[in-house]
């Protein structure tokens, strides 16, 4: 123990109990010469990004008039997501989809450019599509954002902004009815849409008129909870109802 206390001392520097002298053990230690201390410092530069500042999707006067030109502008122009990371999913160039199923953002680990779900993911949407008399060849697919979300998760302004955008997309595609996967999409899009149709569906308002719509939990939720399951399926028979009548 006294070991202990005499190296600590010495460390600080007193070393020797009965010099009369002060040590000054509490001034900082002198830095060695170096043949970098006369140079000025230099910081590095940081390159410009050649990227444009993205534009907000909710400028409706920014936006194409036609739908060819509409996803031509989504690929040359700046868009919220154009700074994030991985592959671009465009909307369906599908025009009058009998259903257009849309989603929050593309999965990781899609695996095609027509649908934005991961394998499995694609597989229970597909089952789900089935049960109401639907396969993928008359179902159009557009994600609320082209590209996953850092972190997988959508700021409430962008996903704003981008529901704009969507309600555009909708108004040139014109699908019979959609079919919303997702709160935080459903939320964006549903945001004071208090009309419904015959079908007790509620309806997105855009440009080119009305859209029935059937809204869900995301299909990661469906796949874990039966109970979701259960639910969602009264209001795909609706869908189904509204489909087919």
Known sequence: ????????????????????????????????????????????????????????????????????DFRAWLQEQPQPETLWSGPLFLPSEAVNARLLVICDMPDEGAQSDTVPFAPPTARFVAAMLTAIGLDLEHVAFAPLAMRRAPGGLLDNEIARSLAQRMRRYLAL???????????????????AQV???????????????????????????????????????????????????
């Open 195 to 245: 009309s419904t149709n015959s079908a007790n569906l509620p309806e997105i308002n855009h440009d080119g008129g009305t859209l029935p719509v059937a809204a869900l939990a995301g299909p990661d939720l469906l796949m874990r909870r039966p109970l979701a399951k259960a639910a969602s399926w009264q209001t795909l028979r609706l869908l189904h109802g509204m489909l087919n009548g």
């Open 1 to 68: 123990m006294a070991d202990s206390y005499t190296l600590w001392w010495r460390e600080a520097g007193l070393h020797s109990e009965t010099s009369l002298e002060p040590h000054g053990w509490l001034a900082e230690p002198a830095a060695e010469a170096s043949p970098l201390a006369a140079a000025p410092l230099q910081r590095p530069r940081v390159a410009e990004s050649t990227a444009a500042t993205p534009i907000r999707a909710d400028n409706a006067q920014a936006m194409p008039s036609s739908l060819a």
């Open 173 to 191: 595609a014109r699908p019979q009815a959609a079919l919303i996967l997702g709160d935080k999409t459903s939320r964006a899009l549903l945001a």
